[in-house]
């Protein structure tokens, strides 16, 4: 009960955090910081499971996994994806874009218990190939994110939708 009071305390404390600054800071900056952490918290701990190493160290990356998906990915997603849309496809993109996430989480949470009951895999990477296999595609999301989303901090609807046709 209290591992999961304090999961909860912590992503709600990182998600309002992100209320906080995430009109401050910017959209894309938050989501850069919150995939790197996200990659170095899935790394470390595929790293910490490999080498048996359990210890402190799941929680530690756990709960810094937690808050830095809380900081970013979370909530600063739907932001952007409510700004990007031209106005007169939004409502049929953020369908299309909601679907989208939802396959991906389930696509997450199927391959991640075939990963994780292989026993290939369990003998040569005492289950860290998961965490390593999600940490090397959030890589790729600050690769994605750093390349071809824009900022739309302080920008209208209007300015955002000149952007992708200009």
Known sequence: MLQTVVVGAVNLCFTVLA??????????PLMLVGYTGMAVSLIA?????CYERMEVWVVVFVLSYVACFALSVGPVT???LSEIFP?????RAMAIATV?????NFVVTQTF????????????????FPFWLYGALSVVAIVFLARCVPE???KTLEEIERGWVG
């Open 113 to 128: 218990t075939i990963m994780d009951d292989s026993p290939w895999l369990v003998e040569r990477f005492h289950h860290g």
């Open 100 to 104: 989208c996430l939802w396959v991906a």
């Open 45 to 49: 701990w595929g790293l910490v499971l």
């Open 152 to 154: 739309t901090k302080g």
């Open 87 to 91: 106005t007169r496809v939004r409502g």
């Open 78 to 80: 739907w932001v952007i």
């Open 19 to 28: 209320i906080w600054t995430v009109d401050r800071i910017g959209r894309k």
